[in-house]
Nanobody, 121 residues
Framework: QVQVVESGGGLVQPGGSLRLSCAAS????????MGWYRQAPGVQRELVAG???????NYADSAKGRFTISRDNAKNTVYLQMNSLKPEDTAVYYC???????????????WGQGTQVTVSA
């Protein structure tokens, strides 16, 4: 069994900051890429930022310059530091991880349950 659990969401004023964390646990042999997605009401889920096991990162245009993704491979954890938050960043943020549970097995994407981020005065 594999679990992916996010934490760190909440209510913040415009211009404020939040740090999201996501930890993968369970029967894990290896983790490849990890990423953060978000979904606002009535909108398709979109990639916010991704990071490979080697530390290469990519960001949505809306996140560039404001958000920073990082990971701790020893802890199977990925973080998203969000600064200069705007009301349009309000969404449920989901963590995803590409995980291999056996050395000979295939890779599967595992998702967390999501954490709400609300940016409002």
């Amino acid at each position: 069994q594999v679990q992916v659990v996010e934490s760190g969401g909440g209510l913040v004023q415009p211009g404020g900051s939040l740090r999201l964390s996501c930890a993968a646990s369970g029967s894990i042999f290896s983790i490849s890429s990890m990423g953060w997605y978000r979904q606002a009401p009535g909108v398709q889920r979109e990639l916010v930022a991704g990071i490979t096991s080697g530390g290469d990162t990519n960001y949505a245009d809306s996140a560039k310059g404001r958000f920073t993704i990082s990971r701790d491979n020893a802890k199977n954890t990925v973080y998203l530091q969000m600064n200069s938050l705007k009301p349009e960043d309000t969404a449920v943020y989901y963590c995803a991880a590409a995980i291999q549970i056996r050395s000979w097995g295939s890779w599967s994407n595992y998702w967390g349950q999501g954490t709400q981020v609300t940016v409002s005065a």
